[in-house]
């Protein structure tokens, strides 16, 4: 069975997102969709799955052609997709989420025991460890993947295409999900992949095609490509990344936790000195995020959280603004983007105040912060006034970075959620030297959480491994690499933490 | 299932006016002015006789006015005072009520199943204000002019009240021009309706309100216009007898009259014709019929109605 | 922690605790409050309530809102009055009439909101009021005399029970039936939390939304012509008047959420007792007329003071310690 | 493409040409649409709408709702008519005291949903039945007999304006102000957009939608004071009954949406000037009550239709190529 696509093109208002585009994908194929953030990724897999009519082209599934899908030709033809901004439903329980569309019932009433079977099935097959009944909205982002995942595999699909599948993934989710798109290869599907993580093209793609502003860029095979070649071919020559800050032990440590407790966290006692980048890394609900939120006070918290010094008495994200703390949340749907206001509006909100005169906002200084926020980042387009949910996933994150790092507002510990997710090798190092730079020039401590190792060797000076809501291992320096991270929450059995 | 007889039920709840304790009064257009002035001369009269007063919320609901009833009755409450939004619809409340040996008096209209009725027609009092208006057009502006009309068609009363009304002056003045027809219960909608009619006929004469809210706010209208207080070529009239009205109508303007209900006495009834029924008077002797008085500046009954208020 | 099943719905129906502690404070101060004629007449006043509040209920879990029931009830019942007084109709044909006439309403609401996505509060108010005129203008006058067919409707008794009673218990289990066990209630609850979830996995985001807003017509329709028939006469200037309020307001203090998504139809049929019997309590306790008003809204804001505890009360009586919900943002 | 500004600006608000239209046809067939008496009327009439549409826009632009404001709006009459009439009070006084009203009402409603999260629909809903009751309890009968003073504040003219109209301009200008130009007015959009992502950015998700039910109770109560002043008289059964539809219709025919986030005061303006002018042509042509029953209904729903219409001319008129909406789910 082969998906051939064919002159796709579509264009939002006058944002031409796709030029043309022609891709084919055989079956037992793995391959690589890659390009920078923008580039037309997510808009092609959209249009595969029937969200929307595509301009002109086709799509030929199976030898039969279609003009434009809708979901449930889709779905019937044999697509299967795991969308890159889930479409999952919050608060319908795991497995109604696997099967909604498509639900198994006898004389109309819902096999509830044979579906809960079969998505336990399916998770176990992942090596997901989420129960079946918990509602998805309660869910850690990575398990909430796991089930997007299920669900697109429940369908039996000929077609599976992944968009950024690993974005909220650790390493154990990755392995098992590479496993199954292994295996669902060798079962003879087209797979279509979709990552910005080139050791993940490395290990599983025989094929590429790059798109660059809406266009195929390179299509090639991948047999005898090296990591460079595949660089060359999506990304534009950076530069290099600044240097460490120093850091000096005779600082007083610029962000300090004290006996910190929170929803399921905790104990945590941590010193991070001025320029210093500290990394959380952990599996998927060892509780990263919530310790990252903690400190910034989105949670009732015990122990105290100091900042240069003082400790933090305000409660809430307006006291730990106010001392100085900053938060660029990892679930970017829900807590960071304000989908219908203007990218100007999302990325200057907290800034609007210190930017105005008399109370007024000061829209040409407004302007040009923004203006330079998108030069540094390379947000794409750099429109002011296009709304948030305009741009891809990737530049959205840019957005969400901005808020924080625009120069404006007196910050000085960031805490950051993820903070690549979605976001292309480019801009990702353009995100380093930012996160570099506010360490080193303005003494900012930074604590970020990650589930990729390989961010959390380049971007930071120390790495605390989190388990069950503690830290359980602190590795730096030297020691520093990616497989001692692996190694560090790689056990046999889960350590014994008395909770 | 309900008998259908009028006779009375054997198994009285009240053999006598000793026994009534209490009086269900029931009355279903609770913003309406007229609703605050009925229930405070009744409440002023139950405590004179020693009774409660209980009152319903039916908030213009036919369907709740039902179910308040249907409660009233279970409760046994021994004389209920009704005044149906649609009178056939609480047929069979009333009979409910007299098989299980309660007094049922209807308000404002009668019923085939009641044992008295407070009366006083809806369409007798439109009449009154459409023709005196109809006899001042004919003496003021030779039976040549504008009227408008703010009425109500929503409701049964304010239809009664309407035809009453518009019958009486077109019949008695057919060369006056009718130049709107407006619904309108209330002062604020009034107003606006008035105002837009004015736009298009500035030289409007008339205006006759089913309600003197709404009447007041064809008043305010025509003033605002400009129109002088006391001109002597303008006629408003409206129904109810609220202060307001009657202070302007004793003040000498250009509103002239109210067909005014008789609040105190009304309220009296309320009380009185249930208790009248438990002593055994029949539904002729029981029943109050409390007439509309048509009041105009210099009328006693206009000091007096307004001497109830303080 | 081995809080007892029974502690544990009651913290999630805490409109169960608040209706007993009602009909005990009003059996205690009127003495008239249990006693099976009392019971079966909140039951019969409410039955109509019930059969609009359950399709209503459904649309707001699927995310959509239909205000035009008070005026698609009063069209129901004026259509029925009609057939029933003019033409002697049968009982059967008079609910037929009926019901053709809420689909009718149904169906533009319908087309509107999911077909061209125009709003549905601005859709319903504009179909609300139309269809006052409308039903206004085609009986300007009361009407009267029904055949004994149509009288039978809300009339008669089954098994005890008067028929809008039964009528009402049947839409409940129905509705109650497609929502708990069928693949199209997963669909109404998906569409109301994520259309574009839903439309993404295939379900009929714009087929089952305006299913329900026939069946919502169609119910309002047959509510109109039960009361009538019960009634035995139809005001159409008044029929219905402020009966949408009503609906969504027993909608929503039974726990179904304005947002789309959530709620059950236990908890509906729990907010359409709660309003009966306090409507009953207040008129058997005698309270004037502006205290009732004032103590009705002061109930309200109880009972959404309830749902703000319902959650607190179900974390606190958990059978196992699940994870819990991250701290909502306050308020 | 070359549109020019103007046709933009006709596709982003598609009440103006609605209006125009209008205009044009009742001026077309009653000859006195257009003239000064007419327009400063209309305007007079709609001007306590603007006051209460303008604070109720930016209440559902953060994400809430008041329904209370028509019983606010009575009790605002009440207090400053018992002043007024029983005490002889200046308008000042009255002015003072129907705000302390409102402000009261407001802080309730604020508590409630702000302070504990709970439903804004119930909750307003609650205060609007309550608030009715006590207004109607403390002034039973009709108020009249006001102070000079008092009947001034209805009555006057500015530079040729009513009081009213003058008062209502000041209130669109100053909140037009802070919605556009202030930090706080992309505070309001961002908390209706997402409170957790606002709660996250700092913005004081608890106090702002607090201060605009404050502000809402506040408009809410001196419009009703406004209206006794114009009209010399106070029935607390009937002052703003209703109202609260009036004034949700003018702000969500205007283009805010009740999900929140979305709108513009510009488009509340149109919206009450789209109503009142409707009303107004409607009682000039003289439509019988019941078909300008229909006709408002049929003219809510083609307000919806040019919501739907609006983006669609916008993309088609769009300046240059930029991003406008995706609209990937159907309808
Ligand atoms: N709904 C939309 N409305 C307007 N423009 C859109 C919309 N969706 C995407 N675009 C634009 O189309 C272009 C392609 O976006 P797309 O999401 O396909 O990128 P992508 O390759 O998936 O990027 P990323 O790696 O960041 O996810 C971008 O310029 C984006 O701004
Ligand atoms: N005990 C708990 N208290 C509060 N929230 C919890 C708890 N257990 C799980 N959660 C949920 O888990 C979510 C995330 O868990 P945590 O995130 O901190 O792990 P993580 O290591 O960051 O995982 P991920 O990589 O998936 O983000 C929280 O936002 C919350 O919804
Ligand atoms: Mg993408
Ligand atoms: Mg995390």
Not at chain 1, 4 to 12: D, E, I, N, P, Q
Not at chain 2, 214 to 231: H, M, N, P, Q, T
Request: glycine share 12%; net charge neutral.
């Amino acid at each position: 069975m082969t998906l051939r696509v064919t002159g796709l093109a579509k264009s939002f208002g006058g944002v031409h997102a796709l030029r043309g585009v022609d891709l084919t994908i055989e079956s037992g194929e793995v391959h690589a969709l890659l390009g920078h953030n923008g580039a037309g990724k997510s808009t092609l897999i959209k249009a595969l799955g029937g969200a929307f009519s595509p301009d002109s082209g086709t799509i030929e599934v199976a030898g039969h052609r279609y003009d434009a899908l809708s979901p449930r030709k889709s779905i019937d033809a044999g697509i299967a997709i795991i969308f890159q901004h889930l479409s999952l439903v919050d608060s319908l329980s795991v497995v109604d989420n696997i099967f909604l569309g498509q639900e198994e019932h006898r004389g109309g009433i819902v096999n509830r025991g044979s579906q809960r079977e079969q998505a336990r099935g399916l998770l176990d097959r992942l090596g997901a460890n989420v129960a079946v009944d918990a509602r998805v909205g309660t869910l850690p982002m990575g398990q909430r993947q796991l089930v997007e995942i299920a669900k697109a595999l429940s369908r039996d699909p000929a077609v599976l295409i992944l968009d950024e599948p690993t974005a909220a993934l650790s390493v154990h989710e990755i392995q098992a999900l590479e496993r199954t798109v292994l295996a669902l290869k060798r079962d003879g599907l087209a797979i279509c992949y979709v990552t910005h993580l080139l050791g993940e093209v490395e290990r599983l793609a025989d094929r590429m095609t790059v798109l660059r502003d809406g266009q195929v860029h390179v299509a090639t095979s991948l047999a005898g490509k090296s990591r460079r070649d595949i660089i060359e071919a999506i990304a534009e020559p950076s530069s290099e990344l600044p240097g460490r800050a120093p850091i000096l032990e005779a600082d007083p440590p610029q962000l300090q936790l004290r006996g910190l407790t929170g929803p399921g966290i905790g104990p945590i006692d941590l010193d991070v000195r001025p320029g210093e980048i500290v990394g959380l890394y952990g599996l998927i609900g060892s509780g990263r995020t919530r310790t990252i939120e903690t400190v910034f006070g989105r949670y009732r918290r015990h122990g105290t959280v100091s900042v240069g010094g003082r400790p933090v008495t305000r409660r809430g994200p307006r006291g730990g603004l106010a001392a100085g703390l900053a938060l660029v949340p990892g679930d970017r749907g829900r807590q960071g983007l304000f989908a219908s206001l203007s990218a100007l509006d999302n990325a200057l909100l907290p800034a609007q105040r210190a930017l105005s005169r008399f109370g007024v906002r000061n829209r040409r200084r407004e302007r040009e912060t923004f203006a330079s926020l998108t030069d540094s980042l390379k947000v794409r387009p750099a429109s002011a006034v296009a709304p948030a949910r305009a741009f891809s996933g990737g530049n959205q994150q840019k957005l969400l970075l901005g808020r924080w790092i625009n120069g404006v507002l007196p910050t000085t510990v960031l805490l950051l959620d993820e903070p690549t997710q979605g976001v292309d090798v480019n801009a990702r190092h353009e995100i380093y030297r930012v996160v570099r730079t506010i360490a080193s020039e303005r003494r900012a401590a930074v604590l970020f959480a990650s589930t990729d190792p390989e961010e959390v060797v380049t971007l930071a000076d120390r790495c605390l491994v989190m388990d069950q809501g503690r830290v359980v291992a602190t590795i730096a320096g030297p020691d520093l690499t990616e497989d001692a991270l692996l190694a560090a929450v790689h056990r046999p059995t889960p350590m014994e933490v008395p909770s | 299932s309900a008998p259908s007889s009028s006779s009375d039920a054997k198994d009285k709840v009240a053999k006598s006016s000793k026994d009534v304790d209490k009086i269900g009064f029931d009355y279903p257009f609770t913003f309406l002015p007229v609703y605050a002035g009925v229930t405070k001369f009744a409440k002023a009269r139950a405590k004179e006789v020693g009774v409660d007063l209980t009152q319903t919320s039916d908030n213009g609901r036919p369907d709740v006015q039902a179910s308040n009833l249907d409660t009233l009755i279970a409760q046994k409450v021994p004389a209920i005072v009704s005044f149906p939004m649609v009178f056939e619809a609480l047929e069979t409340q009333a009979a409910a009520a007299r098989s299980a040996g309660l007094i049922w008096v209807t308000y404002g209209g009668t019923l085939k199943n009641q044992s008295a009725s407070i009366t006083f027609s809806f369409e007798e009092g439109g009449r009154l204000l459409g023709e005196d208006a109809a006899t001042w057009a004919k003496e003021n502006l030779g039976g040549k002019g504008k009227i408008a009309f703010l009425v109500d068609d929503t409701i049964q009363l304010g239809r009664e009240r309407t035809k009453g009304m518009m019958d009486a002056f077109t019949k008695a003045a057919p060369d006056m021009e009718v130049v709107g027809r407006e619904q309108a219960i209330d002062p604020d909608t009034g107003l606006s309706k008035i105002k837009a009619i004015l736009a298009k006929h500035p030289d409007l004469n008339m205006v006759l309100g089913i309600t003197d809210g709404a009447a007041f706010g064809g008043y305010k209208a025509l003033v605002e216009a400009g129109r002088a207080e006391s001109d002597a070529k303008t006629y408003v009239g409206g129904q109810d007898g609220d202060l307001g009205s009657l202070e302007l109508i004793k003040k000498g303007t250009f509103y002239r009259a109210s067909a005014a209900l008789q609040l105190r006495d009304i309220g009296n009834a309320v009380i009185d014709v249930p208790l009248a029924v438990a002593d055994g008077k029949s539904d002729a002797d029981a029943s109050a019929d409390v007439p509309i008085a048509l009041v105009k500046q210099g009328d006693s009954l206009l000091d007096e109605i307004i001497s109830q208020y303080a | 922690m081995s809080t007892p099943q029974s502690v544990r719905q009651l913290a999630r129906y805490p409109l169960i605790p608040v209706i007993i502690v009602m009909a005990i404070a009003f059996e205690a101060s009127t003495g008239s409050f249990v006693g099976q004629q009392n019971l079966l007449g909140i039951a019969t006043d409410s039955a109509t309530l019930a059969i609009v509040a359950v399709p209503t209920a459904m649309l707001v879990i699927s995310g959509y809102l239909d205000l035009s029931v008070g005026s698609t009830y009063a069209l129901g019942a004026v259509a029925a009055g009609w057939l029933a007084s003019e033409h002697n109709g049968s009982m059967l044909g008079c609910v037929l009439l009926a019901l053709l006439a809420g689909v009718a309403v149904g169906a533009v609401n319908g087309l509107l909101c999911c077909g061209l996505g125009l709003s549905p509060f601005i859709v319903t108010l504009g179909t609300l009021t139309a269809v006052r005129g409308i039903a206004q203008q085609l009986a300007p006058l009361p009407q009267t005399g029904f055949s004994e067919s149509f009288a039978w409707l809300g009339g008669s008794k089954v098994a005890g029970l008067p028929s809008p009673v039964i009528i009402a218990i049947l839409v409940v289990l129905v509705a109650g039936f497609v929502l708990v066990a069928t693949p199209l209630g997963r669909h109404i609850y998906a569409i109301g939390v994520s259309r574009e979830a839903a439309y993404l996995s295939g379900v009929r985001v714009r087929m089952v939304p305006f299913g329900l807003f026939l069946l919502t017509g169609a119910l309002a329709a047959l509510a109109g012509a039960i009361k009538a028939s019960v009634l035995g006469a139809v005001q159409s200037g008044t029929a219905g008047l402020g009966f949408e309020l009503a609906v969504l307001t027993a909608v929503l203090v039974g726990g179904v959420a304005l947002a789309g998504g959530s709620g059950s139809l236990v908890g509906v049929v729990l907010g359409v007792a709660f309003l009966g019997i306090l409507q009953n309590g207040l008129t058997l306790l005698g309270v004037p007329t502006f205290w009732q008003q004032v103590a009705q809204g002061v109930a309200l804001i109880v009972a959404a003071g309830l749902a703000y505890l319902s959650p607190r009360l179900e974390a606190m009586t958990a059978p196992r310690p699940e994870a819990p919900k991250p701290v909502p943002v306050p308020a």
